[in-house]
């Protein structure tokens, strides 16, 4: 069989049994009813939906951008199909309760099933990213019956739904949204606003779409404790289940995006008086737990969706990454130095420069898909684990967070840009996908939280809170890796059964590697502890540079997750018939993208940190007028 | 008057003038027709077209691919109705002797007028790039009676020009091309072939487009030393300039590419026999020199791309930066760190984080206009100097040529990148330009030499040509300006008459940044000396990290170029108007750019240089199978 272009599944299967043990986790209450076999089951029927039915029009839902008719948007016909077979394969609930009628799967195994559908097409597996998001919200802070009434139809891909923060005067800053919410007699609500860069807000994928709504009750505190939540079905929905009356909430423009196209990306009226349920104007809404409790409850469905952009990143990168190597290994070009030039070409493959762009790509996607199921696998420790487990997990992923957003979100990307050069002119052309996945991929270090928000978030929250055991938690993982590396020494995996000595002199070099990464973690620690002393005193000084903090951190992190890979080679090869262990063609190259990550790309931080311990002043001290 | 987001012209005139004494040349035999005056009216007349005809259709050919219908190729109206304006100003033989017609400008003010074209609309203006790559070339190696036939017309506008190469199995590697030429008793040729991605390849512009195509003669050697040049035009043309009969090269195939898509890009077949020049199929060709030299004529036209490639990225980077300024300025968005939330928004620049990528972008786009037109001036020194100054410019200058080309083209990018993220999702939408800047910027590290390519030319054959005198020629420079530098310190540039202290603590700190690049010069020696012993060893070694090499030089020669401008800003203020001197605004920025570049972007060079020192073999030792 030829290797799949989309993702690969034995990288797959080595993360998720080999490194993260997710059959251990069926050995808890809460995954009982799931081993190695079903897990496997649903990551087959997930490939192959994927390339069923996902990527085929891929690139025809670029070419065929949403178009909005009336109130109505229009979409290929392929996105609705794709949905209902993802939806008939119950994957909407994939990881929810059993009780809500989910498939109770671990979260670990539902993210790796997720990611064929991102890496096949991004925008279409947009709507049940939203969807599931905003179920998990409902889940968690809604009523039963608010659970019954929304919830239970988005499972049955009945419904769809989003997340409505933005607007168009507030964007990164939620503070200053002005969409109001009038309180009525009936306990209800009215909604009046315009909401902005909302995705998934209007189409005929299902027959209802749930909108989560960020809003202001009259009377309500300024700033972000004065936001609450709010349900706002675009059709009412009665008692019974059936749809009752067309709500006030009316899409009157599309955003038109250089990628991503096939996620239609809308502007939402509320209030408008289109349409007047009940006889007048005004969306209906249906408050979610407490007022002024909004934006802290949004977070449930924005730290997920982080997950889910963070990975639907690494997806794109990827599969650009497969296609570019595809692509390289059977493109003749050019000879060795000094070669005869009667002699036949080379296969791309065979020059230096291309392995390095090959290379550089295999560590960045291969590193942000472990971090991406690392996380994955705190969430499942949250779930399922003991007290302890799940507390120690939380605080380790509210670190990883940003990171498992953003670093994908740029260096996958950088992944699809060098996709592109690899194969050259035809890179740039529409006849091949990796011109589309850097399109597609340009999005995401922008939604769900830009780039910069993400380093304030790290730096201006996460390391420091409770007293520093964010960063403390994340360290001691980190150091505890590398003492495991420097015992490891060329075993191949501390307890691992394996020799890690692969082909033409690729041993196990763990002890050189950890050695590497050991000081920048020490750094890390230290640079941190500096930039909160400024943070006592001067808060915009600390926060001037969060960005290089965040990209920073990021690399150790993922320097880690490499680390994290070559030790768990050793314990490959139990049962999955593809030969494994240590020694074979698959572990030489983790081995040398994890050569490659630690020795040629993490030295960029010590630049960064210098620049950070420095406290160096020339953005904090620039002035408009200069520029 | 509102400044343009196109460029600045006071940028453009500082560089020009203040820095790289334009006006001085104007002195030199060449160009003694030529003053401040005639060149000013020139760069007005430039922006005035540019603005007018060139910005006004940009995304309109963006959105309105080419299409081939028949033979043919149709075009959106605009682009035929700039060129003509762009050709009646003269503007096609600006640079060009006055005895072909030509304006005989200094290069030096011709590139710095091109760079608003390609600000403006890089696809339109890439068919004047082609043409005027075309005729210098005929105009260096083609005989009398060639430049009479196809250069004036070009001149005029009637005619374009085009360069094919690549084939669909040949594009890095040029040795491997299979057209043909076969000779003609009347000392014509007859081509017959396959050439792929050539620009201009096909359009109704102009009356005749005028081919220069490379191939191979029948018994010449293997690999490029036998490679031949030859004209072939698309009409014949007669003896008295009249047009003749159709020629056999035509259009098989459009290539529908991510950017850049005013400017079509062709297949073009010949000797296929859809039509017959005196009765027989085959491409009638006209050989340009010698029989077997083509691919060193080809050069000339080449390096002249190359420094054009690398000046459009750079207008691209500049135009996408003034837009994303212009956005930061009037955009409000969130409040300084522990504000009150009921306080009004600041605007985006009031945030440390949006500066960093302000500060990034001009630094980026500057140096790179800086680098580019410091290239120009020596292509003058070359035209015009004495013969020993024209040497040390040609030594220079070959050095410079693939930095040129490629700096900009991954920081231009880069600064694109940044722009689309200064805008948020806005940035994302084609309701603002700078996602089209982004993907029409992203052809640059492809075209005219790959980026890698670019990395092998510098490495492989500049630095070390002449036992070394093309990197102790560069290196002696850097020094000097160092020198001037530490000896400045604070007095505002080394015999200039202003004061570099600028308002608000933006003092003159040329020692420091001197002190900053000094070092990384001397590692660049030492390193490159480290390299050649490699080479006389293992060629593939000596070459596997060319690509590391040339960002590194490239990081080095940009920082020197940040260095040359704050000490020319004591030259300015001698009669702009603009007040001038070296403690306004203008020279602030210069000074903040030119510290964030050497403060914080110089130093990732340092692992590079180690990474190189090291000889890491990471890539050399990655093996196929194992990715």
Redesign the interface.
């Known amino acids: 069989m030829t290797p799949s272009t989309i993702l690969s599944r034995a990288d797959l299967d080595f993360l998720l049994h080999d490194w993260l043990r997710v059959s251990e986790l069926c050995e808890r209450e809460r995954y009982s009813d799931h081993s190695r076999e079903t897990i496997d089951a649903v990551m087959d029927l997930s490939a192959e939906l994927a390339e069923k039915y996902f990527a085929p029009h891929n690139r025809k839902a670029d070419l065929n951008e949403p178009r909005l008719v009336g109130e109505e948007v229009e979409l290929i016909p392929e996105i609705g199909e794709a949905l209902r077979r993802f939806a008939d394969a119950d994957l909407v609930g994939a990881a929810m309760d059993a009780k809500v009628g989910g498939m109770q799967l671990p979260y670990t195994a539902y993210l790796a099933c997720m990611a064929w559908f991102y890496a096949a097409n991004v925008s279409t597996a947009g709507y049940p990213l939203l969807t599931t998001g905003n179920a998990n919200l409902l889940l968690t802070h809604g009523s039963d019956e608010q659970i019954d009434r929304y919830v239970r139809p988005m499972l049955e891909g009945r419904f769809t739904g989003t997340m409505c923060l933005?607007e168009p005067?507030?964007?990164?800053?939620l503070?200053?949204i002005t969409t109001r919410a009038e309180p009525q007699p009936d306990s209800t609500y009215r909604l009046f606003g315009q909401k902005?860069?909302i995705s998934g807000g209007e189409h005929q994928l299902a027959e209802n779409i749930v909108h989560l709504v960020l809003a202001k009750i009259p009377g309500s505190p300024?700033?972000?404790r004065g936001i609450s939540l709010f349900i706002v079905p675009k059709f009412l929905v009665n008692d019974d289940g059936s749809l009752g009356e067309r709500n006030d909430v009316v899409v009157t423009g599309l955003?038109?995006?250089?990628?991503f196209r096939g996620t239609v990306n809308t502007a939402p009226s509320l209030g408008q008086g289109l349409h007047t349920p009940g006889g007048e104007a005004g969306a209906v809404g249906y408050l979610v737990g407490e007022e002024n409790t909004g934006l802290k409850k949004m977070f449930t469905m924005m730290n997920e969706a982080r997950l889910g952009v963070g990975l639907g990143a690494t997806a794109l990168g990827y599969t650009g990454y497969l296609k570019s190597?595809d692509y390289a290994?059977s493109r003749?070009?050019?000879?060795?130095?000094?070669a005869?030039?009667?002699s036949p070409?080379v296969?791309l493959?065979?020059?230096?420069?291309?392995?390095?762009m090959?290379?550089a790509q295999?560590s960045y996607v291969e590193g942000a898909l472990a971090l991406g199921l690392y996380c994955a696998r705190l969430v499942d420790d949250e779930k399922s684990g003991s007290p302890e487990q799940a507390a120690a997990a939380k605080t380790v992923l509210d670190v990883l967070t940003p990171i498992a957003k953003s670093w994908p979100s740029q260096w996958c990307l950088k992944a699809n840009?060098l996709a592109?050069?690899v194969l050259?002119?035809a890179?740039?052309?529409?006849?091949y996908d990796v011109?589309?996945h850097?399109?597609d991929n340009?999005?995401n270090?922008?939604?769900e939280g830009?780039?910069?928000i993400q380093?304030?978030d790290l730096l201006?929250r996460k390391v420091l809170a409770g007293g520093g055991a964010g960063l403390t938690a994340l360290t001691e993982r980190i150091t505890a890796t590398c003492d495991r590396a420097a015992a490891a020494d060329g075993s191949g995996g501390s307890g691992g059964s394996g020799d890690s000595h692969a082909p033409?002199?690729?041993h196990g070099d763990e002890a050189e590697l950890a050695a590497l990464l050991r000081p920048r973690v020490t750094r890390l620690i230290e640079v941190t502890t500096e930039l909160a002393t400024v943070g006592a005193s001067d808060?915009?000084a600390?926060?001037?540079?969060?960005?290089e903090y965040l990209e920073a951190t990021g690399h150790i992190v993922i320097a880690w997750m490499w680390l994290e890979q070559v030790l768990a080679l050793g314990y490959r090869g139990a049962g999955d018939g593809s030969g494994g262990g240590s020694t074979d063609?698959f572990a030489?190259?983790k081995w040398?993208a994890a050569?490659?990550f630690i020795?040629?790309e993490l030295?960029?931080v010590?630049?960064k940190f210098?620049?950070l311990a420095a406290g160096?002043r020339?953005?904090?001290?620039?002035?408009?007028?200069?520029?």
């Open positions: 933005s005067q507030a964007g990164s800053n503070a200053d902005m860069w300024a700033g972000t955003n038109h995006k250089m990628g190597l290994r003749p070009q050019g000879r060795q130095v000094g005869d030039p009667a070409q296969m493959t065979g020059h230096a420069d291309v392995r390095r090959l290379l295999k840009e592109i050069q050259g002119g890179g740039y052309t529409i006849d011109e589309q850097y399109r340009r999005l270090p922008i939604h830009t780039h910069g380093g304030q201006g033409d002199g690729s808060p915009e600390f926060l001037a540079d969060a960005t063609a030489a190259g040398q050569r490659y020795r040629r030295p960029i010590d630049a210098d620049l160096d020339t953005t904090l001290d620039m002035r408009d007028d200069w520029f």
